[in-house]
């Protein structure tokens, strides 16, 4: 099974993939982590990517690209994969549908997690990360047991810079204009199964699991 993952920032692409991943070991690919595991290599490409992330706005095609064919190249045949964070707009919708029919393969199903822009500004400005395990906590929905401290692994819990509300408000923005349209690309494709994002975590994976059949 082969997923994509659509939704604004906030979400739950991640806590979402997170819960996927564990239940069905599919292999996660998120083009953020990429992207920020680029910058902290400082990276040509972590170097080039970091002013359009700080901003809010998307990373060129061609450099997300370069990571994401990576990422596909080094999938085992197995239990498939999940994208999370793309596609972002048509062209790499377009470009991913080349690269899948090269290989073989192609994507099942597109979850689109609705969610309203209210909610979205409350989770992001209080998410926090674990920065060695990349657990995601809520400094209010969903905070750790110590605070700064991951609950799984010990690590140091931050802030993602692009949190504030400032870039959390251009994010949207730029969903808005270029992402959005990927909502009728794919229920053109007959593959898109919308869910509400707005509830709990737990009632919302209810919801995605019943969409994929597995409930
Ligand atoms: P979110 O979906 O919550 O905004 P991500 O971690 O998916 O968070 O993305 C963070 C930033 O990384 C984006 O604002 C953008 O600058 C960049 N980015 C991630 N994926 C892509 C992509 N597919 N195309 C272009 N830029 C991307
Ligand atoms: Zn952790």
Do not use: W
Request: net charge positive.
């Amino acid at each position: 099974m082969n997923i994509v993952l659509l939704g604004a920032p906030g979400a739950g692409k991640g806590t979402h993939s997170e819960m996927l991943v564990r239940d069905f070991g599919l292999k996660h690919i998120s083009t953020g982590d990429l992207l920020r595991a680029e910058l902290k290599k400082a990276s040509p490409v972590g170097l080039e990517a970091k002013s359009y992330m700080d901003k809010g706005s998307l990373v060129p095609d061609a450099v997300v690209m370069k990571l994401l064919v990576g990422a596909i190249a080094g999938i085992k045949h197995g239990n498939g994969f999940l994208l999370d964070g793309f596609p972002r707009n048509e062209s790499q919708a377009g470009m991913l549908e080349e690269e899948l029919a090269s290989r073989n393969m192609n994507i099942d199903r597109v979850l689109y997690l609705n969610v309203s822009k209210d909610v979205v500004i409350k989770r992001l400005t209080g998410r926090r990360i674990c920065k060695s395990c990349g657990a995601v906590y809520h400094v209010f929905n969903m905070p750790p047991k110590r605070e700064g401290v991951c609950d799984k692994c010990g690590g140091d819990l931050y802030q993602r810079p692009d949190d504030t509300e400032e870039t959390v408000l251009r994010r949207l923005e730029v969903y808005r204009k270029e992402t959005e349209g990927l909502i009728n690309y794919y229920k053109t494709r007959k593959i898109l199964a919308e869910v509400n994002a707005d509830l709990s975590r737990d009632n919302t994976y209810g919801l995605i699991l019943q969409k994929l059949g597995k409930k």
